[in-house]
């Protein structure tokens, strides 16, 4: 794998790039539309105060096939990114989503139904995006998995260029585990604008979030998912021991007065829900608040 495109220079695309572009024998880009790579190319992107040395494509510009391409949009971007690099793909270009939620892996292969898709996710501490300048601690993995040939190849790349990586021995277990998390977490914190230290000091708000997990629980069981009954646990602990400042993505989405991505938590639970008949009505809840919230 030589050529790469990144989809998504980000809070969690940059953390791949600013490795992916210092490896060596690598041809590595951003890709995005012709306006945005316009005011990258004039603006830069900073990670932890240093300016990275990317280089980004538009439809319009010169670039091999890829071999990898890798997504790490906002899941409700990541339509209108796949049309963008279109004319880098082709049929043995390998996609790769690093996304919220558990759909990213379907959209790109209703897509490229004829490529290999992987599946993937970023666990660890949120980074902090202001504007084009990404700050984070460095605490994280970003984990691989389904039943590609070029998963090894992927991760043997990853390795490379300094990155933590892991292939889950049940992806499936893996990606809900997290997902689970995310409707908890990410969703309390958006409702009451609140951090990791406020929620952790509130019983009412860590009910809250409980009670929205329970019901992500419940269809992750209807999906046949195994290890379920861990998955509660293994949240609360993570929820209880995060630095009380740190923020998720969806509450610096809502501070920041920026579109989040509540149809891939709550929205995706509640469609699920409905076809099997389960009640979830705090993630409704939560749906129909997040969505009331005006844009100004």
Request: glycine share 8%; hydrophobic share 45%; proline share 4%.
């Amino acid at each position: 794998m030589k050529n790469i495109i990144l989809l998504g220079a980000g809070a969690v695309g940059v953390l791949l790039a600013e490795k992916l572009c210092r490896l060596p024998g690598i041809n590595f880009a951003a890709a995005a539309d012709a306006c945005r790579v316009e005011r990258y190319r004039r603006d830069g992107i900073f990670f932890n105060g240093e300016k990275l040395p990317l280089t980004f494509i538009s439809p319009a510009d010169d670039f091999p096939e890829a071999d990898l391409i890798i997504a790490a949009t906002k899941t409700t971007s990541l339509p209108r990114a796949l049309e963008v690099i279109t004319p880098f793909s082709g049929r043995h270009t390998v996609f790769l989503p690093f996304l919220n939620g558990i759909t990213a892996a379907e959209v790109i292969k209703n897509s490229f139904p004829e490529n290999e898709v992987a599946e993937g996710f970023f666990v660890g501490h949120a980074s902090v995006r202001d504007g084009n300048r990404i700050t984070h601690d460095g605490c994280g993995t970003f984990c691989i998995g389904g039943n590609i040939p070029h998963l090894r190849n992927i991760e043997t790349l990853l390795k490379n260029a300094g990155i933590n990586v892991d292939i889950p021995e049940d992806m499936a277990h893996a990606v809900w585990k997290k997902f689970v998390l995310n409707i908890g977490i990410n969703q309390t914190q958006a409702v009451f604008n609140a951090d990791y230290g406020t929620v952790q000091k509130s019983e009412s708000m860590l009910d809250f979030c409980k009670e929205l997990m329970i019901e992500a629980l419940a269809v992750a069981e209807a999906e046949n998912i195994r290890g379920t009954e861990t998955m509660l646990k293994y949240a609360m602990d993570i929820i209880l021991s995060m630095p009380g400042n740190v923020k998720t993505s969806m509450l610096q989405d809502i501070q920041n007065n920026r579109v989040t991505e509540v149809d891939a938590f709550a929205g995706t639970i509640c469609t699920k829900a409905a076809e099997y008949g389960i009640p979830v009505p705090r993630n409704k809840e939560v749906l129909s608040v997040i969505k009331g919230k005006k844009l100004s």
